[in-house]
């Protein structure tokens, strides 16, 4: 998989992605993450990204000409499956977007600032326009961030026990059931027999109710069809 990221703050994303689980699945080649910054496609001389919105109203807008350009000079490439814009009245993302997303080949992931884009590069380049939740971030870096690596943990080969991704939280529409390690008393509070007994059919029972009660508690919503 590749993912092209356009942003104004390409430091930010590059130390994101130099981290952890998403640094060693670029260097074991399961994705291939590109983070360009959109001043390198102004023909400005100020570099500038943003003017005045027309009509007037306070914040700028990121014009449509920087964003075009990188757009199509990827384009040349390669085909995109999606160009995904990172906005607060975007969709909300779930689960299954990110599954969906991961079975994808490139991706190009456009992150907006100050009031947001000119309109025009919506209705011209974007396919799809995703919001991490119900609240305003200054920009759409840390929600690019949040959908690549909920993309990423997800291809097969990245998560260590090839397993693990498939017991999340969500991934069934159920949140994921308590866990616990060593030691097994602690001041008092005790694991739960069961995860000791070595019985893993019971196991497996013990850890559906779990979550199910779980879900009904916290998020009665995850289980309304
Ligand atoms: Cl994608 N961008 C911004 N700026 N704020 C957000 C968001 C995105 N999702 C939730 N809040």
Redesign the pocket.
């Known amino acids: 998989m590749r993912i092209d990221i356009i942003t104004c703050l390409p430091k930010l994303l590059d130390s994101f992605f130099a981290h952890s689980i998403l640094q060693r699945a670029q260097q074991g080649g399961y994705v291939e993450l590109i983070v360009h910054d959109l001043r390198d496609f102004t023909l400005d001389k100020h570099r500038r990204v943003d003017d005045y919105a027309f009509g007037g109203g306070a914040g700028m807008v990121m014009q449509i000409e920087p964003i075009a350009r990188c757009i199509r000079s990827l384009q040349a490439e390669r085909t995109y499956d999606e160009i995904i814009y ?3 009245d ?1 969709e909300r993302l779930n689960q299954k977007t990110t599954n969906l997303l991961s079975l994808r080949q490139n991706l190009i992931i456009l992150c ?1 600032h100050y009031k947001g884009v000119d309109e025009r590069v919506r209705e011209l380049f974007i396919t799809k326009e ?4 119900d ?3 200054s ?2 870096e840390l ?1 690019a961030c949040v959908l690549s690596d909920a993309i990423i943990r997800l291809l097969p080969g990245v998560l260590n026990d090839e397993t693990s991704a498939l017991t999340d939280s969500f991934q069934d529409n159920l949140l994921a059931p308590p866990v616990y390690t060593r030691p097994a008393e602690y001041e008092g509070h005790r694991v739960p027999d069961i995860l000791l007994s070595g019985h893993e059919a019971k196991i497996d029972d013990w850890r559906y109710e779990q979550a199910m009660a779980r879900t009904k508690a916290r998020r009665p919503d995850l289980l309304e069809p």
């Open positions: 990172m906005t607060p975007g907006g995703i919001s991490i939740g609240y305003v971030l920009g759409g929600a």
